[in-house]
């Protein structure tokens, strides 16, 4: 049931960074003691957008971030709390550390949560500080890192543990099981930090995870039996649980994740542990100066002014790793040291809020040092470098080394690559619009050059074919600009179907075929809708309860097919089920009963359609028993203004499939050209049902007056266009013109024309652009000769003949 | 009237002086329009016919892909002879939110005038309301009749656009 967003990611990394660049920027300009409140408002919301795209696209690092980042401005933007200087740091702080992931994901990275854990502790403090409370330890940032690293599974993240319990590190295996195990890992992330090493999901044969926490071992016990089989669960302590005494390491060692594979070693384990949690981006050395302590904060706010900084944030985010180790120059190392100096002492900070003094900083290096394995592959570059910065950049140039190998690909890409650009839809309209033009141009041309002698004028001929050949390719191309995948409305329905499956009780699954086929953006979002109705309908009334589907024989699991495609030049959208099917003979007696039909011996095809008639669906009856409920009316209309079409396939007992037919753009449109007089019109394909040379024998005249054409036992009322128009025809004998078939909400009429001139695509105008709307014309485009032609809206001329027929009869009358 | 179009001439003193307009003819009489509002002058063809529309609204062409309404003022002011051959004129007028096409006998010159040299329409009955009259200029002995087309080309008598989308504008 799980789908890729992945997609769609580029499209966020690229909001994202804009956000970002806003808040930055207006962050910059806020004036502390007077901040203008349109701007803190710009500020919020570019956080809440953050926000709410990093949840939606599960970048959880960042919603944690943006989280408490809001919180923070929302305070202020209420007038709560007074701006403050450190507010406005933390707040550029937190935009970096966004930034870092931003990259650090765009990269195809893991990125080092320290950073961010860290300034969500700053915006804790400054959080605190602003209610006026004292300030407080990072108690939510652990929760948070809860959230982060369950999410990130099986990567080596590193977590913050609360210092005063002694935290234990457990490795659960249990076989894979039907019991709900989101129950269970929602349970087990309450008792501690929960770090999935291998799902089924992921493709291993049974969940194995880590867990941390202060509880007993027979309490996860407890809890695992409680909730799923006790066969075959295993809870083994892990000896290198850190015993609180690691300071630095601790928090690596708990949560890395091969630590399966050698859980004795504690000691040499952690080294590995901080070599590939450094080789995400690398800069968890660094970035911590955001969580100084507030008597920093005058000192980090330099440093935050100081170009070179943002400059060294900026390649280790980019997972540029290699090259942060390049770039030891002697200039740089002196930011390099001011940099780790802060950054241990913004580590230890958390836990004793010490000064630095180096302290914090050779510890560990040096324990590293002792323990470390891939220190031999220290480069000698840095080695004449300043003692204190020596080992961790000879830290980051090995795990350079190693990410470089594990991805060469990587290596290649130092700076994240712009793949793509956002551009306002007006300018792209513009662009269709003049490659529009250019078509036109070239099809004159093609008609002129026609007129000449093609063996005299060969070379022109030729030139004129490739000319065409172009433009052709052109138009593909600069159409292709509007098309998005469909995968961007299919996207949201496995959410659905789960969730409405949960509170039917039924087990559904949903397929989905061809989210790569393309369509115009705008027909994207108008077609969500209709969609999401036709499968909630799929799910509550075509799909049996799992009991009625074993009566039947048939799979438990109901399955609903989604499925996009190409025919022709349209875009067909299927929602296919396997259920219990329409039931004929129920439609059939309420449509009776409703006086919508009266005859029992229509086609199947016809009955069917019979669900999309207003008020005709909302009777509960109908949706208790065969399916398809309210609103199916609504469906078909929002299809219907799209240009598309429904058609419905059902059996009983097997199934349902209801199918989609749209034109592959709004802006073009499938249309029959007519003429009258020395105009012509174009009428939408998707109304017509045929044409025909009538014969003077099937028409006949209602009381001298109204006129009417038999077609198949059917009599139509009869259009003319030129009266319709209120232009000349060439013909007024019926004899002469074209009878052209019309549907619209299951109305037919023949309208009569001149003569049909041929069927064509053609690329819709507005009229009320710069002019208004017409009756009975919903368009217009342009021909190939360059003349305009006015598109006919179907609907419309029925109701407009309609209201001219009352108006007569009641002249009639008078 | 008169006193609005004083304020309106006050107002837009500055406006007025030395601006440039584009004259045109309609029969005998000579009109000029801000020459500002002018996009393009062109030739009249191609026009297809719209249903329904008032007989001055010739129907629409196709201006590099824009749809654009084509206005026969001779027929909407009841002037000069409208016949239409390859010498017929359309000035096409880029308006603040539209683009609209009139049909003028013909385009004489661009005159700039001082805010002095316009004097105030008096009161008379013509087709049109004075109210689309900015003022009266003489230039060379003949009398131009400065219109305010934006505000002409509006106005719900052209029938050019929608009464919800006027009374929204």
């Given at each position: ?350 836990d004793t809020g010490q000064e630095f003094d180096g302290y914090g900083f050779f510890e560990p290096v040096d324990e590293k040092q002792a323990g470390g394995e891939s220190f031999e592959k220290t480069t000698s570059k840095s080695t004449a470098r300043a003692e204190v910065t020596a080992p961790v950049t000879t830290t980051t140039s090995s795990t350079a080394k190693q990410s470089a190998a594990k991805n060469t690909a990587q290596k290649v890409a130092k700076q994240p690559q712009e793949t793509s650009i956002r551009v306002s839809v007006e300018k792209v309209d513009q662009l269709i619009n003049q490659v529009g033009e250019l078509v036109i141009t070239q099809a004159m041309l093609t008609q002129m050059a026609s007129e000449v002698d093609p063996i005299l004028h060969e070379k022109m001929a030729n030139g004129l074919a490739q000319l065409e050949r172009n433009t052709r390719d052109l138009q593909d191309s600069v159409m292709s600009i509007r098309m998005m995948p469909i995968s ?325 009358l008078v | 009237m008169t006193e609005q179009v004083a304020d309106s001439q006050d107002s837009d003193f500055g406006r007025l002086l030395g601006q440039e307009y584009l004259t045109f003819s309609l029969g005998e009489e000579h009109y000029a329009v801000d020459i500002l509002k002018v996009q393009e002058i062109r030739g009249y063809g191609a026009v297809t016919k719209i249903a329904n529309a008032p007989a001055f609204i010739k129907g629409v062409i196709n201006l590099r892909g824009v749809i654009v309404p084509i206005i026969d003022l001779r027929i909407k002011f009841n002037v000069g002879e409208a016949h239409y051959d390859e010498f017929t004129i359309v000035i096409v007028l880029h308006l603040s939110n539209r683009v609209v096409g009139i049909v003028v006998d013909g385009v004489s010159d661009v005159v700039s005038l001082g805010g002095d040299q316009i004097k105030n329409p008096p009161d008379f009955s013509a087709n049109f309301d004075s109210e689309y009259i900015l003022g ?34």
């Amino acid at each position: 049931m799980s789908f890729d967003l992945s997609q769609f990611n580029q499209l966020f990394f690229e909001e994202s960074a804009e956000h970002l660049a806003t808040m930055e920027s207006l962050m910059l300009n806020m004036d502390v003691q007077s901040p203008d409140m349109d701007d803190l408002n710009a500020v919020f919301r570019a956080a809440h957008s953050i926000k709410g795209n990093s949840g939606t696209f599960g970048f959880h690092d960042m919603t944690d971030v943006t989280h408490e980042l809001e919180t923070l401005l929302d305070l202020v933007r209420k007038g709560e709390a007074e701006l403050t200087d450190e507010m406005v740091d933390v707040t550029l702080q937190a935009g970096d550390v966004l930034k870092g992931l931003l990259e650090a994901h765009q990269e195809g990275l893991e990125p080092d949560l320290e950073p961010s854990k860290a300034v969500i502790a700053e915006l804790n403090v400054q959080l605190a500080k602003a209610k006026g409370e004292t300030v407080v330890p990072s108690e939510p940032a652990s929760d948070i890192s809860d959230r982060a690293t369950v999410d990130q599974e099986s990567v080596g993240v590193p977590a913050e543990s609360s210092q005063t319990d002694i935290i234990r590190s457990y490795l659960i295996h249990f076989p894979v099981t039907d019991d709900d195990t989101e129950m269970l890992f929602d349970s087990l992330k309450e008792l501690g930090e929960l770090n999935i090493i291998d799902s089924p999901e992921n493709g291993g044969e049974e969940w194995f995870f880590s867990l941390n926490t202060d509880s007993a071992k027979s309490d996860i016990k407890e809890l695992l039996e409680f909730l799923i089989s006790p066969d075959g669960i295993s809870i083994e302590e892990e000896l290198n649980a850190d015993d609180g005494s690691f300071g630095f390491f601790e928090d690596v060692s708990t949560t890395t994740d091969d630590q399966e594979e050698d859980p004795g070693y504690g000691f040499f384990d952690d080294l590995d542990k901080i070599s590939s949690e450094a080789e995400d981006p690398g800069y968890g050395f660094f970035d911590e100066p955001e969580a100084p302590d507030s008597k920093e904060s005058a000192e980090e706010k330099d440093e935050s002014d100081d170009p070179g900084y943002g400059f060294f944030e900026d390649i280790e985010v980019s997972d540029s790793t290699e090259q942060l180790a390049e770039s030891n120059s002697d200039t740089s190392g002196s930011d390099n040291d001011d940099v780790i100096g802060k950054a241990l002492t913004g580590k230890n900070s958390e836990d004793t809020g010490q000064e630095f003094d180096g302290y914090g900083f050779f510890e560990p290096v040096d324990e590293k040092q002792a323990g470390g394995e891939s220190f031999e592959k220290t480069t000698s570059k840095s080695t004449a470098r300043a003692e204190v910065t020596a080992p961790v950049t000879t830290t980051t140039s090995s795990t350079a080394k190693q990410s470089a190998a594990k991805n060469t690909a990587q290596k290649v890409a130092k700076q994240p690559q712009e793949t793509s650009i956002r551009v306002s839809v007006e300018k792209v309209d513009q662009l269709i619009n003049q490659v529009g033009e250019l078509v036109i141009t070239q099809a004159m041309l093609t008609q002129m050059a026609s007129e000449v002698d093609p063996i005299l004028h060969e070379k022109m001929a030729n030139g004129l074919a490739q000319l065409e050949r172009n433009t052709r390719d052109l138009q593909d191309s600069v159409m292709s600009i509007r098309m998005m995948p469909i995968s961007l409305v299919f996207s949201r329905f496995p959410r659905v179907v789960r969730d409405l499956a949960g509170k039917l009780n039924k087990k559904v699954k949903l397929e989905m075929v061809g989210e790569n086929t393309e369509l115009d953006r705008s027909m994207i979002e108008k077609l969500t809708d209709p969609l999401t109705h036709l499968i909630r309908n799929s799910l509550d009334h075509g799909i049996e309860s799992p009991d009625k589907r074993a009566t039947a024989g048939k799979d438990v699991t109901g399955t609903i097919l989604l499925r996009a495609s190409h025919q022709g030049g349209n875009i067909v959208v299927e929602v296919q089920d396997d259920g219990g099917g329409l039931n004929r003979e129920r439609i059939l007696s309420k449509a009776i009963e409703k006086g919508i039909v009266t005859s029992d011996s229509i086609p199947d095809s016809e009955v069917w359609q019979l669900i999309f008639a207003p008020g005709f669906s909302t009777a509960a009856e109908v949706t208790d028993v065969s399916g398809r409920g309210v609103g199916m009316d609504v469906v078909k209309k929002n299809i219907t203004s799209l240009g598309g079409r429904l058609e419905i396939e059902s059996m009983e007992g097997i199934g349902t499939r209801i199918s989609i037919r749209l034109p592959l753009t709004l802006a073009i449109l499938d249309g029959l050209q007519v003429a009258l007089g020395d105009e012509i019109y174009i009428v939408p394909l998707t109304s017509i049902i045929g044409s025909m040379q009538p014969e003077l024998s099937d028409i006949k005249t209602v009381s001298g007056e109204g006129a009417v054409i038999a077609i198949r036992d059917e009599y139509l009322p009869i259009i003319r266009l030129s009266d319709l128009m209120n232009m000349p025809g060439e013909f007024d004998d019926f004899e002469q013109g074209i009878m052209v078939i019309l549907e619209s909400d299951g109305q037919r009429v023949a309208l009569f024309v001149d003569d049909l001139v041929g069927q064509s695509q053609v690329v819709i105008k507005s009229l009320e652009a710069n002019y208004r709307k017409v009756d009975g014309v919903s368009g217009a485009t342009i021909l190939g000769t360059g003349r305009v032609a006015l598109i006919l809206d179907v609907a419309e001329i029925i109701s407009m003949h309609k209201q001219r027929a009352k108006k007569h009869s009641q002249g009639m009358l008078v | 009237m008169t006193e609005q179009v004083a304020d309106s001439q006050d107002s837009d003193f500055g406006r007025l002086l030395g601006q440039e307009y584009l004259t045109f003819s309609l029969g005998e009489e000579h009109y000029a329009v801000d020459i500002l509002k002018v996009q393009e002058i062109r030739g009249y063809g191609a026009v297809t016919k719209i249903a329904n529309a008032p007989a001055f609204i010739k129907g629409v062409i196709n201006l590099r892909g824009v749809i654009v309404p084509i206005i026969d003022l001779r027929i909407k002011f009841n002037v000069g002879e409208a016949h239409y051959d390859e010498f017929t004129i359309v000035i096409v007028l880029h308006l603040s939110n539209r683009v609209v096409g009139i049909v003028v006998d013909g385009v004489s010159d661009v005159v700039s005038l001082g805010g002095d040299q316009i004097k105030n329409p008096p009161d008379f009955s013509a087709n049109f309301d004075s109210e689309y009259i900015l003022g009266l200029a003489t230039v060379d002995e003949q009398m131009l009749i400065i219109v305010d087309i934006e505000k002409l080309m509006s106005s719900e008598e052209m029938a050019l656009v929608d009464k919800s989308r006027m009374q929204a504008v």
